[in-house]
């Protein structure tokens, strides 16, 4: 991977109206993907845009159940909050590699093409490891976005990294994915794909380990061309949310039985932090009212 060509480049001047694809991916469970992509989900829709949602994650579908568990919430509260356009994508039981991925692929597409006619946004819950429909995902993003666990153990997803200087030895297995994506998407639209990593179930002590992963994060992002964004600190109230299908934007809805607290507030702050950083078109100048 070249260093120089791997510097991120100036992003297209894109139409406000335009669909934008977001994928969320990231090769290692647990990273948070699922609760990025709801929160994200609800909040472009809290800004009056349309959203759609796929689940690629054709095991674990974990965002195919929150999305239940919040239909179920709404029709049990008779609350009226927004739900995402959702269209599901399932694997391929086609025997013939050559025909399970044509099946897949033609899946993918047309259900991305179905949603982009009438969204502002497609939100992609990429599968947790290295597939097919994996990489047809990252190839058709536009911004995507790498939930990561602030620990060495989730760096080594990126990179290698040396363990006195912090100095990148090389891109690990993901990165050279997501470099081969980003390069087809080059050559076959001329559009770039806008890489960022967040850095997630952040702790709030400022412990060493913790500045030295963002060192060596801050290096990486410059051997290899990716956005840093400071994610979501690691609060129990996402594992509350989960089975009422709600996220912190939810909190002050009629039926919410969850008290409102300081730590919410914060939360939510992360949350318009990760928005302003990720400048999506559509976005700009635009009210985050929540």
Known sequence: MDRAEAQPADKPKVDAHECRVIIIGNEKGGAGKSTVAMHLSVALMRMG?????????????????YLENRTRWVKSTGSNIPMPESLR?????????????????H??????????????YVIVDAPGGD?????????????????????????????DVNPQSLEVVRPSFYAEMVW???????????????????????????????????????????????????GLSERVIYRELFPMGLTL????????NITFTMSHVAARQELRDLLILLKLPGLEGAEIGF
């Open 49 to 65: 845009k349309k959203v759609g949602v796929i689940d690629l994650d054709v095991r674990q579908r974990t965002f195919t159940r």
């Open 131 to 159: 597939t097919f429909l994996s990489r047809l995902a990252h190839s058709s993003a536009d911004t995507l976005v790498t939930p990561l666990n602030d620990s060495f153990v989730d760096f080594d997803l990126l990179g």
């Open 89 to 105: 994508v399932d694997a391929s039981v086609a025997r013939n590699l050559d025909e399970a991925e044509a099946e897949e692929s």
């Open 180 to 230: 081969a994506c980003r390069k087809h998407k080059a050559q076959t639209t001329r559009r770039p794909i806008d890489w960022v990593v967040m850095r997630n179930r952040m702790s709030p002590l400022e412990a060493r380990n913790k500045q030295r992963v963002g060192e060596a994060l801050h290096n990486l992002a410059r051997r290899i061309g990716f956005r840093l964004a400071p």
């Open 249 to 256: 934007l939810d909190l002050t809805e009629e039926g919410s």
């Open 107 to 120: 899946r993918f597409l047309d259900s991305l093409k179905r949603l982009k006619t009438t969204c502002d």
